[in-house]
């Protein structure tokens, strides 16, 4: 099993729609990660959580450390919203795990 | 743009050859972390620097190896290269090592070994 799961694998929305992709941890983390990986293959970093939650723009972070879970909002989702999202965790180095992320298609 | 550069960002090699890696981290960046990405393996840490000195080993192989300059440029040599080993190499940068800190993707560099 790995340690790091997301749910779901794929995501169809059509442009507007509110937008949730899961992450679930097994393992004791200090940090979780969220990255964007375009369609051409370059990674940005979305959010870095500890606790509670981040928002940036249209992009909502929470992490619940009790319940080894994290979740990645998108609010009036578009189609340039369109990648894979990958969740990650550190546990107490800055060696990341990652999950096989959730690809993500935004239709007009 | 983040700030990190790789070169090259694409290469074609054979089995057995030799290739390496280079990154440019953020300018004042001193951790400097690799990472592969396979279709069948996903994302995986391979290393990390901090300031010149290994900090952090993933799932390294032994005929991949890392350094970091005074410069604070990284290269990733791997060698007797296999099928296997075709996949994206990313560098990474953050300005301090520990794991609160954000890292910024370099663009990539996509290894094919024939």
């Known amino acids: 099993k790995n340690e790091v799961e997301q749910s779901p694998q794929n995501l169809t929305a059509q442009e507007g729609e509110f937008i949730t992709i899961n992450c679930s941890y097994s393992?004791?983390?200090?940090?979780l990660h969220w990255l964007q990986q375009h369609p051409g293959g370059g990674i940005v970093s979305l959010f870095m959580l500890s606790s509670g939650k981040k928002k940036h723009g249209r992009l909502i972070a929470t992490i619940n450390i009790q319940e080894k879970h994290s979740s990645l909002h998108i609010t009036a989702s578009h189609p340039r919203d369109s990648a894979v999202y990958i969740c990650?965790?550190?546990?107490?180095?800055?060696?990341?795990?990652f999950g096989t992320g959730t690809r993500l298609q935004v239709f007009p | 743009d983040s700030g990190v550069t790789q070169t090259p960002k694409h290469l074609i090699t054979a089995t057995g050859q030799r290739v390496t890696l280079r990154c440019s981290p953020r300018s004042g960046d001193l951790s400097v972390y690799w990472y592969q990405q396979s279709l069948d393996q996903g994302l995986q840490f391979l290393i990390q620097y901090y300031n010149g000195e290994e900090r952090a080993k993933g799932n390294i192989l032994e005929r991949f190896s890392a350094q970091q300059f005074p410069d604070l440029h990284s290269e990733l040599n791997l060698s007797s290269l296999e099928l296997g080993d075709s996949a994206l190499y990313f560098c990474?940068?953050?300005?301090?090592?520990?794991?609160?800190?954000?890292?910024?993707f370099g663009p990539g560099t996509r290894l094919t070994v024939l």
């Open positions: 990474a940068s953050s300005p301090r090592e520990g794991v609160y800190n954000e890292q910024f």
């Open positions: 990650a965790v550190a546990r107490w180095t800055d060696k990341l795990i």
């Open positions: 393992v004791g983390i200090s940090a």
